[in-house]
């Protein structure tokens, strides 16, 4: 059978998915061409995937970069046009060449460009579980109203997904509630009194999964869980107590869905981000991920334990967040992104990270208005992001 070639946009394209996704790609050139390209600060990498993949246009965060990126490429003879800055990504991400949008920027950085795809009714493919976190009703909406067809890539969503059938309108009848799994992260059996001295290179090595340094603290203190909490919330619009949270350390069962009827879907394979990127990309379809495949006779144990909320405090807040008023979840991420940067930088210690998220909860309360649009809520990121900053600088002293 011939397909139509998709013509992709990845945003983040320099990241850990993004570099998966090109991987996926490069294994099916009759499906897919790449005709953008972004990335944020790596010019180098950047410019490496423009010779690589010759796409029509590429972005970078900063103008002048940007220029300079244009030059070397002309210089080498590509026809690649480098844009700039955020309208940047909002255009590719919209342009009316592009079938698919890749969202694999980091960060609520991704909300702008990810509303701008699905208000033009794009095949968008959501790894920034942040936009979704942050734009809520707003992204659904625009989800709808422009047509978008939005595939989860999020490992344990595109489980959940994959578990349920094409037809949306059935799932609430279908689903009793969902169990998203977890690793645990590097810190699962560590005597939590010693968690204060994590250092980042510590807490950005993960047992099971390489991924994007912000992700990997996030797993670490199971923020990376609480941000997928409200992710699965919206994409499969369930109440917070219909979203559950179980630790299974091995990361095969890479999620479940307990129907009405008690029965248990899940999805199993090796923690390999291609299947999750490599279904979105063929949804409905199935094509080679290139993945190694699961062998169920050296498989050893599955095993399951509850989230300790002494040693994960984090988690906890999701449910805090659904529960409190719209926007308070735009308020966690906000005060997550900060607390998570500072410490990458060396700023304040792991535990900090959870008292800056805690305390910005309690402090900043929502005050959006009933039809909030990204301004309201990018007012009310900047809000937040202002708070944690002043606890970050007391953590520092
Ligand atoms: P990463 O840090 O490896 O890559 C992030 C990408 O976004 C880079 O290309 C970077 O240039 C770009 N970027 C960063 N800040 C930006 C900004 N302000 N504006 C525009 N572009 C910006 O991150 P990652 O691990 O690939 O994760 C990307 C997203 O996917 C995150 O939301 C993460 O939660 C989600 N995700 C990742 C994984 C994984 O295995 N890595 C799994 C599930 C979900
Ligand atoms: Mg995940």
Redo the contacts with the bound molecule.
């Keep these: 059978m011939t397909v139509a070639k998709q013509r992709l946009a990845i945003?983040?394209?320099?990241?850990?998915?993004?570099?998966?996704t090109l991987d996926v790609v490069a294994r099916h050139p009759d499906r897919f061409e790449v005709f953008a390209l972004?990335?944020?600060?790596?010019a180098a990498e950047?410019e490496a995937l423009c010779q690589r993949w010759k796409p029509r246009y590429a972005a970078l965060?900063d103008v002048a970069a940007a220029k300079a990126l244009q030059q070397r490429l002309r210089a080498n003879g590509l026809a690649t046009e480098v844009l700039a800055g955020?309208p940047a990504?909002c255009e590719l991400a919209a342009h009316e060449a592009v079938t698919t949008v890749m969202?694999?920027?980091?960060?609520a950085?991704?909300l702008a460009?990810c509303l701008a795809a699905a208000r033009a009714g794009k095949r968008l493919l959501l790894?920034?579980?942040?936009?979704l976190v942050v734009g809520g009703a707003l992204f659904m909406n625009a989800v709808r109203t422009g047509g978008a067809t939005l595939l989860p890539?999020?490992?344990e969503h595109s489980a959940i997904f994959q578990c349920l059938p094409e037809d949306r309108s059935s799932w609430s009848e279908r689903i009793d509630h969902i169990v998203l799994t977890a690793s645990g992260g590097p810190f699962r059996s560590r005597d939590p009194a010693s968690l204060h001295d994590i250092t980042p290179e510590q807490a950005v090595a993960h047992p099971n999964?390489?991924?994007?340094?912000?992700?990997?603290v996030?797993s670490a203190t199971m923020m990376?869980k609480a941000?997928e909490v409200i992710e699965a919330r919206w994409l499969f619009d369930l109440v917070p107590e219909q979203v559950r949270v179980v630790i299974h350390p091995q990361s095969i069962i890479h999620s479940m869905v307990v129907c009405r009827d008690h029965s248990v879907l899940a999805q199993l394979g090796t923690p390999d981000?291609r299947v999750?990127i490599a279904y979105g990309l063929a949804f409905p379809e199935r094509i080679a991920s290139g993945a190694s495949r699961l062998e169920f006779e050296t498989l050893k144990d599955l095993s399951f334990e509850p989230a300790d909320r002494q040693r994960f405090p984090g988690l906890f807040l999701a449910w805090d967040a659904l529960r409190a008023p719209e926007g308070s979840a735009a308020v966690l991420n906000a005060a997550n992104e900060e607390a998570v940067a500072a410490f990458l930088a060396g700023t304040i210690r792991f535990t900090d990270i959870h008292r800056v998220n805690a305390e910005t909860i309690a402090a900043v309360l929502p005050d959006l208005p009933g039809d909030a649009g990204l301004s309201d809520l990018l007012a009310l990121d900047a809000r937040a992001r202002a708070h944690a900053q002043t606890l970050v600088k007391e953590c520092a002293r």
């Design positions: 945003l983040g394209a320099t990241g850990s998915v993004g570099l998966g972004t990335a944020h600060a790596r950047l965060g955020e990504l969202a694999a920027i980091v960060g950085a991704g460009p790894a920034n579980k942040e936009a890539i999020d490992s999964w390489v991924m994007g340094r912000k992700i990997s996030d990376n941000l981000m999750p």
